[in-house]
Nanobody, 124 residues
Framework: QVQLVESGGGLVQAGDSLRLSCAAS????????MAWFRQAPGKEREFAAA????????NYADSVKGRFTISRDNAKNTMYLQMNSLEPEDTAVYYC?????????????????WGQGTQVTVSS
């Protein structure tokens, strides 16, 4: 099994930055790609960004492209999401996810493991 634990969420003002972390443990060799999804109140979970662990190939949702940067540290089994120029519309619970398979997909059904989420609230 793989355990994913998110951290770094909080309450910030519009225009501020936050960095989320996702620490992985357990059968860490079981996955090839990791991603961040988010779910705002009353809305469905949506894709934010994904990264392939072997070569760092990335994929971003249009809504975060240019503002968010996904990265990973394979030695620490940790993935990050640097979020800049935050907007109130970015308010959501952010989830870390991992999958076996090389496609850097934004489809939540492709992901096998999920964290519990961390709350990000952006005030206007």
């Amino acid at each position: 099994q793989v355990q994913l634990v998110e951290s770094g969420g909080g309450l910030v003002q519009a225009g501020d930055s936050l960095r989320l972390s996702c620490a992985a443990s357990g059968r860490t060799f079981s996955w090839d790609t990791m991603a961040w999804f988010r779910q705002a109140p009353g809305k469905e979970r949506e894709f934010a960004a994904a990264i392939r662990m072997s070569d760092g190939m990335t994929n971003y949702a249009d809504s975060v492209k240019g503002r968010f940067t996904i990265s990973r540290d394979n030695a620490k089994n940790t993935m990050y999401l640097q979020m800049n120029s935050l907007e109130p519309e970015d308010t959501a619970v952010y989830y870390c996810a991992a999958r076996t398979g090389w496609r850097v997909t934004g489809n939540s059904y492709d992901y096998d493991y999920w964290g519990q989420g961390t709350q990000v609230t952006v005030s206007s």
